[in-house]
């Protein structure tokens, strides 16, 4: 707005003592040509603001003045400050990131020899609209690996250092000899005895799951001296239980299973069930508790909650990083083009390193640029709306909330126009300094 | 997927809650051979004669206009029954689609002078706020007569406001439905359950054969909701449910204490839910259904609840209605199983000879059974024979609403102000979504409830 209202008023500052300008021009014709940009702007920017600044003191049917009780409600209502909260971090992260990372492809790309094809790439995310972009990203956030991206990846790199278990919904049925020890571990509610076989039947391991090793299940049989179980899957799919902690002729053992035998919280022997489930304890084991550790029933890692309400304001800032850094990045080696090779020569020469030369050149030179690229970044940044809106679910919404989405949601789906009149006035507020800036910027350019 | 959650935000606000005593029958749907096929699509197989039971005038070169919040499926099969209208009448009807909430939309293209002549407004409250605004027009004696024919007392009242017929209750949704993957409750020889208790045993059941038990569209707050209804009308009873819709009694009242303990109950266990309480909240109604019906003998989850619009998600997988996909009524939690629908009202904003005319045939059994035989489609419309429904599901649905009486309850956040009951990230729907995160904390859940509740209905 304020570049096209700077573009359409430079006759204005310009203006002849005389009737007549240099160009001999009167003022009437230059009013006639002024004048449908003026109707435009008045129309399209200057009333609407107007209105919402007078609506703003309205209550919410809009026949009562109410004062500042809309700005009250501003600071007052957890949405808005939540909002207001995320924000901030939006202004301080995203446009800081996006630029510093466009300055780092600007600078590396200028050295490759496909360099072009690069930023290109890199560019590319910015022809998308925000709209798309929220809805990859939503996917690329999703919390099934199999479907979002990134926990995918980071779901691969957790299970390459830590394996994940062979029965991990298994859990103790109905009447069962065993309890939950806490840990995810199950013990024996009863000390066991040798030469008395020990059954530890469980269930709820999907017969696909099962691990290859495991064949059918074969009943425990008594050892003199010796401790002998069975561990296994007291069901059968499409059968039920059967004999209720008892082997039946479907069931299938638990091979691979790891079970402890524990005295005074000390492990005094330990055995792998074979593949029918069967396994033998030494005599230490008499009198002791069985345990199947928590090891044996780890659930599959399921990665990140990217959308849950502690990381979805850093997961959305991320995808807006991805479509922006692009466009930092076109503008920085724009400037960087602009950057007197000579310069950098000549502190080579004297022996900076290429760290140094980055330092102490190239950053200094584009300062300017940077400065315009990170508060272009923060005016759009104050306006976010589509990619929270979308990426964020429900759920989580309200712990994303941004100002521009509480508008909306006050405004449109809660029927307060007064309070979302006077959130616009607000953002409006914030942003002024910012354009303020911004101009005043421009302006020393032009005089240079 | 925006799309599919505003479209289920759409679908809740639709619900009718036909609470009740009811439907021993109804809610008997023993679903045992329905071969029916799915939604949509079946109304060849019914026999296509239309009928005529109601006199309209001849309204040639009269041009109306409806809104309605329908998209995809339910918009064309809806603009179906305006044709048969435009052929009766000689008018023109253009259907307007408008975007939820709806009253809102209403409110802007009154502002700009050129309200649609009529609108299928989904919740009571709605049509409330519509006559007090004064831009509902009350129906005319025509479709007065039509709506003391054909309609139950209870359909009748919700559609008035101090008194006047404002509403004609053209669709209605039931939405005490719990649905289940057949194949699931087969290996693990589960039962369908009729009590609560039976639904936990059936749950451990389904759990023991490892498939996870449920699949909570956590994500949309107003599945969460509909949950709580559900048990809070079985276990306290329609008075206090009318109570605490009305927010005459407190939500941090025993009743409520006592439902939310109750759904914790399920909530609370982690390995019960397909994803745990996180997943949950992170899935989105559409991907509760599809995921309770993909993946063969190993779904995601066994069972998913919600209302009978369920068979449209149902029919985006390879699952059929009625033999892989099938459903039983929502346990009774105390005396009796709960009942509970939603519905879409047509309401006249512009009165005129041929508002008030597509008005009354909205009323009559003719409109109803035209989008009947087209699936998915239930009417409160006493008059509309069973067999217009194009399959034995559908068929055993509007049984149960139409036996149901004048025993329904309406959706209760569909009641309640928008601000506490239908946005997205706040009010009930936000603090259901932290009691699912977290369903230890019931007293919290509820003071969290009755504040937002006091500020939304403003006392």
């Not at chain 1, 006050?410 to 309070?419: L, Y």
């Not at chain 2, 009354?360 to 087209?374: E, G, I, K, N």
Request: proline fraction near 6%; include cysteine.
């Amino acid at each position: 707005m304020a570049s096209t209202a700077a573009a359409g008023t430079p006759p204005g500052p310009a203006a002849p003592r005389s009737r007549k300008s240099v160009t001999g021009t009167r003022r009437a014709v230059a009013a006639l040509f002024l004048l449908p940009a003026l109707v435009l702007l008045g129309a399209l920017v200057v009333y609407p603001i107007g209105y919402s600044v007078i609506r703003s003191f309205y209550d919410q049917s809009g026949d009562g003045f109410a004062g500042f009780d809309n700005y009250e409600a501003l600071f007052t209502d957890d949405g808005i400050r939540t909002a207001l909260k995320n924000n901030i971090i939006w202004v301080v992260f995203a446009p800081t990131v996006a630029t510093a990372l466009g300055l780092v492809f600007a600078v590396l790309t200028e050295r490759v020899r496909w360099g072009t094809a690069f930023k290109l790439v890199v560019f590319m995310p910015m022809a998308i609209s925000m709209l798309a972009a929220g809805i990859i990203f939503r996917l690329v956030y999703d919390q099934d690996p199999e479907k979002g991206v990134a926990n995918a990846v980071w779901v691969g790199v957790h299970d390459t250092f830590a394996q994940s278990s062979a029965f991990p919904k298994a859990h103790p049925g109905r009447e069962s000899p065993l309890r939950a020890a806490g840990g995810g571990a199950f013990v024996t509610k009863e000390p066991v005895r040798a030469g008395t076989p020990v059954a530890l039947p469980l269930v709820g391991v999907a017969p696909d799951q099962l691990p290859d090793g495991a064949g059918k299940a074969a009943a425990p049989k008594a050892e003199p001296g010796k401790v002998t179980g069975t561990t296994w899957q007291d069901f059968t799919r499409g059968k039920g239980v059967g004999t209720l902690n008892g082997v039946d002729g479907t069931e299938v053992g638990y091979g691979g299973m790891r079970i402890e035998a524990v005295k005074d919280g000390k492990v005094v022997a330990s055995a792998t069930a074979a593949g029918d489930g069967t396994f033998t304890l030494p005599a230490e084991a008499d009198g002791a508790l069985l345990r199947l550790p928590g090891d044996n029933f780890e659930e599959a890692y399921n990665g990140l909650d990217w959308l849950g309400p502690a990381l979805v304001t850093p997961a959305v800032i991320g995808s807006y990083v991805w479509m922006w850094a692009g466009f930092a990045m076109v503008l920085i080696a724009a400037g960087l083009a602009g950057v007197p090779r000579e310069l950098l020569e000549a502190a080579r020469v004297d022996g900076a390193g290429e760290w140094q030369v980055f330092r102490r050149i190239t950053v200094p030179m584009l300062a300017p640029v940077l400065a315009v690229v990170t508060v272009t970044l923060m005016i759009n940044v104050l306006k976010v709306f589509d990619l929270v809106f979308i990426i964020a679910p429900g759920s989580s919404q309200d712990d994303a909330n941004v100002l521009a989405l509480e508008l909306y949601r006050k405004g449109f789906s809660e029927d307060q126009p007064g309070i979302a009149s006077a959130i616009s006035v607000f953002l409006l507020l914030l942003v002024i300094p910012v354009m303020w800036f911004n101009v005043r910027r421009l302006r020393r350019e032009v005089r240079r | 997927m925006r799309t599919g959650s505003t479209t289920g935000t759409i679908r809740t606000r639709r619900t009718v809650r036909a609470a009740a005593a009811v439907v021993a029958t109804g809610l008997a749907l023993t679903l045992g051979g329905c071969g029916g096929d799915d939604d949509g699509g079946g109304a060849e197989t019914v026999p296509d004669e239309k009928p005529v039971t109601v006199d309209l005038p001849k309204l040639d070169g009269e041009t109306l206009e409806i809104a309605a919040v329908w998209t995809g499926a339910e918009q064309k099969n809806f603009k179906q029954v305006l044709a048969e209208f435009e052929k009766r009448t000689g008018a023109k009807v253009t259907f307007v689609p408008a975007q939820d909430p709806i009253i809102n939309f209403l409110g802007s293209k009154i502002a700009g002078g050129k309200p649609p002549d009529l609108a299928l407004l989904p919740q009571p409250g709605a049509v409330k706020q519509a006559v007090e605004r004064g831009w509902a027009k009350p129906l005319g004696a025509a479709a007065a007569k039509e709506l003391a024919e054909n309609y139950s007392q209870g359909w009748q009242d919700i559609g008035k406001v101090d008194g006047k017929s404002y509403g004609v209750y053209y669709k209605a949704a039931n939405k005490s439905l719990i649905w289940y993957n057949n194949q699931v409750f087969e290996n693990a020889g589960a039962a369908e359950p009729k009590t609560w208790d039976e639904l936990l045993t059936a749950a451990r059941t389904v759990y023991d054969s490892g498939v996870t038990p449920f699949s909570i569209g956590g994500a949309d707050g107003w599945t969460l909701t509909d949950w709580f209804e559900n048990i809070y009308l079985s276990q306290a009873g329609p008075e206090k449910y009318d109570q605490l819709a009305a927010h005459e009694i407190k939500w941090t009242d025993p009743s409520v204490k006592e439902a939310l303990t109750t759904l914790a109950e399920i909530w609370g266990k982690q390995e019960y839910l397909a994803g745990g309480a996180k997943g949950a909240l992170q899935t989105e109604f559409p991907a509760s259904v599809t995921q309770t019906f993909t993946g063969g003998d190993q779904p995601k989850a066994g069972m998913v609840y919600e209302g009978d619009f369920v068979q449209v998600n149902i029919g985006e997988t390879k699952a059929e209605v009625g033999t892989d996909a099938k459903v039983f009524p929502f346990p009774a939690v105390g005396d009796s199983a709960p009942v509970v629908s939603g519905g879409d009202a047509a309401v006249i904003l512009n009165d005129s000879k041929a508002a008030q005319a597509l008005a009354t045939f909205l009323a009559s059994p003719d409109a109803a059974t035209v989008h009947a035989r087209l699936g998915g489609y239930l009417s409160p419309n006493k008059a509309v024979e069973m067999s217009a429904y194009p399959n034995d599901v559908q068929r055993e649905m509007a049984q149960a609403l139409i036996e149901a009486g004048d025993d329904f309850r309406f959706d209760m956040s569909d009641q309640a102000p928008q601000a506490f009951g239908g946005t997205p990230g706040k009010g009930e729907w936000k603090a259901l979504q932290d009691f699912l995160n977290d369903p230890r904390d019931v007293a919290g859940t509820q003071a969290k409830l009755e504040a937002d509740a006091a500020a939304a209905y403003g006392d």
